[in-house]
């Protein structure tokens, strides 16, 4: 029993050790593939632009849903006025990056994961290699920071659109001033809070990319390899990006 | 076929434009000017008393073989005994556990990364499948290399892309998609990938597998055809005997580790070993047992029904 | 060539859309930088010796209904008080000009808010006005303290209400 316990620790250990070796390969590598733009522009065109549908649709509605609890709860201490502040606190401190790194790995993780995956288990990264051209530089790396360029900019875009419909909802529907909602929480929200959301975005994003990338490049070379990396980007990501959370949030009190 | 045109260039690469003049002096360092290549050793890859082992399992037992230069050398051997692993080896993808690998002069284990994708720009290499670049148009993966490599200019990288594909009889397919071309064509694609940059050496893993008569045909023609115009090396690794024989000059048959059999197809057609009249003749049962190694059979059958 | 413009203006606009929203929160939704709207409108000022927590932003109403918001608020060093600019929509142009303007609070833990109760004068309220009449924010911890120190004194007739009104004793003497 503890024996089987501690095989998995060792496990998981070996693999977050091998993930942040990666990553710091990724590191490495990334400041020369600037010379590259095309294929980093072609990269966050794919994990951000493509996923800004998705990641305003959800910002909508986790905002309305925000505005909703937030004025039924608020109401029972006369303070509706507060929503403002409570909206945009959680939206820009937590909600946002958060919610934007889980679906950042469910649709633009799980993509470059199985397109890594796919270019191995064909030998298009074996067939780079053969031309002289390293697949870390050529491809992993733009893969990676398209993803770290984008998914700040999508923690942004989820927190303005879900204050929009906290605002749809508390203002416009339940009857909250207006005045009050934007004044109180420009009162209470500070620059602090603004970059604790930014800090968080940037961390979930290098991570979410890294670990999705990671997947990708390591995947065993077999259909069924690729759906097991698929599937290993989505919860290894989540796991990550909720322990990090913690970890940041700890940081900024 | 009127390619190459007469009096074209056998090195082309005299005339490609380097990002500076740095990587320039490397690459006449590497190739030598003209004249300088090093021609005089007669073996272009040489492989002294290689082990490797995977996973427990010997692939490679005190392997010592040659490949000459110039001429079609085809590496056959039953499924399992490695001829995969013998060109990741060759090319530097992975590292043997002891022995000698030296290609082109040059012993692959201790290069350093940058001269091993130095060497390999002197390779070129035909995946199974092709392994074309999903994402770019056929006329973008043959030109990958040049664009990764040199600072040509549009109108000549265009030149030579489709010179290379006129060569495999594609050219009109240039602005096709990978997922547009049939498996025979996805093979003569990869190929003018491989040749783009005028290689020394050129390897194909399983080149036959899954084409048609047809295009087989046009695969074994472009084989013979490149190696003898281009006047490079060609390294072919397959099971497919009959196609083999007519295309080869050489064939090294690999069993258990090591070379069992080395001569023409002609001499290896009238060899008397087991395993070579076996594996020449495609017969099912001989050195290479038909069964996997098992129990009694029908002691296994017994016990199931006692049980 | 024309797929990697597309692709070149999606990456564009999805970049400037995130610093949009980038710049939309730090500035929106912080106290950096505010603005309105442009609609017509008209400013009015008001004296206070205690604004207790109003904010830029807040609302102004007659009879509960919102007719405007704060706009600005100053420190007038010379009268030691607070001065809130209040931004009025310009069709409530008809408010008496001896009008008179408290800080009320929104429930019990809301914010304030300033409540104009209208007066009895045949003039109106117009741009760059002054509204005389003037209800101070109520400090809650003030009035505890008034209470304690009233009860203390045994005097518990004293109400707390007048320390709250347009001039607190000590504020009087300074200015004097």
Known sequence: MFKEWWNSLSESLIAAGALVRFLFRLLINSPRAFLRMDLIVQQTYNSGALSLVIIMLSGLFVGMVLGLQGYQLLQRFGSEEALGTAAAIGLVKELGPVVTALLFAGRAGTALTSELGLMKATDQLSAMEMMAVDPIRRVVVPRFLGGVIAMPLLAAIFSMVGLYGAQLVGVQIMGVDSGSFWSQMRASVGIVDISEGIVKSCVFGIACSAIAVYQGYYAAPTAEGVGRATTSTVVTSAVVVLFLDYLITAAFL | MDWPPPGSISRPWKILHFKNSKSAAKFEATYGGPGHLPMSQANIIEIRNLNYVVGGRTIFDGLDMVIPRGRVTAVMGPSGTGKTTLLRLVTGQILADSGAVEVAGSEIKSLSREALYRLRQRMGMLFQNGALLTDLSVFENVAFALREHTDLPERLIRQLVLTKLQAVGLRGAAELMPSELSGGMNRRVALARAIVMDPEILIYDEPFVGLDPISMGVILRLIRRLNDVLGLTSIVVSHDVKEISSVADQILLLSGGKVVANGTPKELHCNPSKIVAQFMGGLSDGPVPFHFPATDYFGELLAREEA | ?176
């Open chain 3, 1 to 176: 060539m024309q797929k990697s413009r597309t692709l070149n203006l999606g990456t564009g606009l999805f970049v400037l859309l995130g610093f949009a929203a980038l710049f939309f929160l730090t500035t929106q939704t912080t106290s950096r930088g505010i603005s309105f709207g442009n609609a017509p409108h008209f400013d009015v000022t008001a004296r206070f010796d205690n604004i207790g927590d109003l904010k830029v932003g807040a609302p102004v109403s007659i009879s509960g209904v919102a007719v405007g918001r704060v706009n600005k608020i100053e420190y007038d060093s010379k009268v030691y008080k607070a001065v809130v600019s209040l931004r009025l929509d310009a069709k409530y142009n008809q408010i008496p000009s001896d009008s008179d303007a408290s800080i009320f609070t929104q429930g019990l833990l809301g914010g304030k808010f300033v409540g104009l109760s209208p007066g009895g004068a045949e003039t109106f309220l117009k741009d760059k006005d002054q509204i005389d009449q003037t209800q101070s924010a109520i400090v809650l911890e003030n009035l505890i303290g008034q209470f304690v120190a009233n009860f203390a004194k045994g005097s518990p007739n004293a109400s707390s209400v007048d320390s709250t009104t347009a001039h607190t004793p000590h504020v009087m003497e300074k200015t004097k």
